[in-house]
């Protein structure tokens, strides 16, 4: 089991407040170490997990509150 799949055994999912309230859209997250994320769908939980640097995230985050304020 590489470093990664261990980590993902032993972690705690968030749920997006800006996931869908009819159960669509739905983003889970963590916090991994080094300061990376785990993003996966919630809907379809068996399928990788999409894995980010702290930087890659707080991009995206800026990207987001970009386009939210535009």
Not at 23 to 43: Q, T
Request: hydrophobic share 35%.
């Amino acid at each position: 089991m590489d470093n990664v799949t261990y980590e993902f055994t032993n972690v705690q999912w968030r749920k997006s407040s800006f996931s869908g309230h009819d159960g669509s859209d739905c983003v889970e997250v963590v916090h991994l170490s080094g300061g990376r994320r785990g993003v996966r769908d919630s809907k379809d939980r068996g399928r990788p997990a999409l894995v980010v640097s702290s930087v890659e995230w707080v991009a995206f985050l800026d990207h987001l509150k970009i386009d939210h304020l535009a």
